[in-house]
Each structure stands twice: as C-alpha cells, then as structure tokens.
DNA sequence: CTATGACCATACAGGAGAGCATGGAACCGC
DNA sequence: GCGGTTCCATGCTCTCCTGTATGGTCATAG
C-alpha cells in the first residue's frame, strides 16, 4: 500500500527514496525532543512513513544508526565551532564573536547539545565525546580571557563562568525572545568580560 | 525461595517489609544513575529484592510512582533550598552562604538536580516544575544582587549568571576534587560576585 | 527490453516490560 | 491463637520493540 505518500513524507521530498542521512536526520530529531530512549526504529520508520525492513537495509542495527547520529554531531557541532572561533584578532572582538554564536544559534543547535549531554549521562562513549567538545570549547575561551590580560587562574575561572552559564541557561529550557536576550547582552558581556561591549 | 535475604537486602533493613517511600528512593537513586528511562518496576523489584507483585500493592501504576518521586523531590530540595537561603544577615554573606551549599552539598542534591532536569526535558509536568524551582532559586540570588546594591538590570543578570553557571557545572558532569573547587572558590565569588570573599 | 542492484514490505521469532488476578505468608490487635 | 490487614509471590496477558529472512518493486545501465 501506498508508494503514493497518502499525505505528506514528513521529510523527504516527494517519492524519492532514503538514505541513511535521512534516518540519522529523524534519530535527531527524535533525540533532541525525547532522549535516546526515544530513538527506536519502529517509531523513526512510521515518521518516515516507511517499514523497518527498510532501516535494516541501512543500517546493520540500531547500535549502527546511534554511532552515525553521534559522528553527526560531532561533524556539525564541535568542529566548526571551534574553527570559527579560535580564528585571529582583537581578544575583545573574539570573545564578542564567542557569544554571539550562542545568541544567533546559527553554527549549532543548543538543544541538540542538551540531548546530546542527556545521552551522556548514561553511555560511556558519548560521556567521552561530549566532555572533549566541552573542553575545547572552555579551552578557546580560556585562552581568549588570557588573551585580554587577565592571569591564569582568573582567566579559566572566567572561561568556566562563562561557558557553563551558557550551558545552565540551555540546561533549562529557558524559552526568550531575542529581543530580550539582544538587550541583555550587554550587560552580560560586562559580567563575565569585565569590559564594556567593543565597537565592531 | 529467600525471604531470608541471601545477601544484602540493598536498602532496607533486614527483614523488614516494605512501603511507599522504599520504592521512591529506589526510584530515586534509579533516575540519578540512569535517567526516568530506567525507572523500571521490575528492576527496582530487582535490586529491592521481591517480585513486582509488592509494587502493585503500594502503586497503582508506575505513573503513580513518578508523581510520588516528583512530590519527594518538591519537598526534599526546593523548599528548604529556599528557606534557609532566604533568610537575614549581611548581602554579602547571604550570597557567601548560598555559594557555600553549592559546594559542601549537604542541603540538596545536584545529581538529582540534573536528572530532573533531564527527566524534565521530555515531559511537561516535571519542566513546569523544575521551572518554578530555578526561578525561585534565582530570585533569592536576584535579591540578594539587589541588596548588594546592584541596579535592577544587572541584579537580575548577574544572578543568572551565577545560578545558571552552576547549573551548567553539574550538567557538565565535572568532577573536581573538593580542595580544587575550594581553592577555586575565591576567584569565583570575585567573578560573580564582583567583590572579594568576605570575612566570617 | 532485460538484468542487476538499490530500496522496501511482509512475516516471523524473541525479549523486555507493564498491568492484573489470585493465593499464600507474615504481622498485629484482641 | 484467631481473624483481619498488610505485604509479597506466581502466573498469566498484552504491547512494544529488536532483529532476521525473504520476496517484491523501482530505476537504470547496457
């Protein structure tokens, strides 16, 4: 029964066939808005409007599609994050860069990382992971903080702050508009930068 | 077989028979090291050492259990959280104090903290709850900014800050030995606070 | 037009876990 | 020590999910 796609695919376009991006795309989803325990094949393949006979043409099992879920994330979310940041410059104007990847959310998904730290908290292999993207992105800030001046122990101190205030806010599940965020944003930077915001 | 208790009846003591509040901080310490998903009957009936027989003498039904484990949570670490913090005294040390449970952890507990707050992450119910627990607690730290003398805007952001850094802290899953986060502590109350640590 | 490979449906076996029903054991008041 | 209450064991049913096997359908190269 029905090629035809009776209303709509969910996701793909119209008629074509998957490929594994597509069923790691809808393990991501259902990640971020369920947990891994969530993730189950059955479910993923009634979203895609398809059967599980179609899964197990994809993947050798579901313990294949997490570990492809997880590369995902770290292809998407650790690497041009740190990329993008840890770049030249101004130290003041780097860290401004620094948050506001955080406040437009364009280069990552805040939830999927929650999700993703979720995950963490009970599998050893994703822990690992997730502390790793963790510590190099408190390590770009620390050197940013070192950069502007101040000495070491401040300056982890300061990238710890600053990082992990991020993390509780994402942790949650505050829901603000932007313009809120946008207005204090200022005096965010001046907390944890210890400096009024730069031009630029 | 074995109402003789083979080895260690786990929890309670021995022989004793069980009731309402055994189940829950079973299930409490299940969702701390596994997460809502791995609150289970028959695993607690596992590690309690009966059959699930007992549970559906005390619950209803597991749904019944999670309402049980979300009032114990309520009444175990908001309202006291808030009492004792919320009290009289010097600003500054008011703020050293709440800084202090945080650290020494007697008053509440941050894993349990953490899991509920990923338990709240897909459900409803437990995130409006959570959220009323993290606004009152940031209102404490709110007003006590206010008293320090801080202006309305920047009471509220540095009291953010402060409480969402930790609950970043935790949600990180770091582990830190106590004299690291001891010695820590001044430069982080300078950070925060924008004041050194005071006397007493 | 046909053959090959990519993609999917169907049907089966098996395990894990929730919930109910019922009988038995332990305990307590009297 | 007897009867009632409290607590627990045992044995079912049912649902959800994983994994496998096998055959069908579609696209496309030649």
Redesign the interface.
Known sequence: MARKADTAPDKRETGARLGRADWVAAARRALV??????VKVDRLATRLRVTRGSFYWHFKSRAELLDALLEDWRHANVEPFLSVLDGEGEPVLRLKRFFGVWLNGAAFDPALD??M??W???SRPV?RLV?EA?AARTDVLRRIFAAMGYPE??AE??A??A???????Y???IVESRQLREA?FP??F???AGHDVPEG
């Not at 808005?33 to 969530?38: F, M, Q």
Request: glycine share 10%; aromatic share 10%.
């Open positions: 808005d369920g947990g891994v325990a969530e929650s999700a730290r979720d963490a908290r009970t822990a502390r963790d122990p401040e101190v300061r710890r702050v990082y992990y205030h991020q993390v509780g806010y942790a949650l599940g204090l005096l965010y001046k907390v944890l």
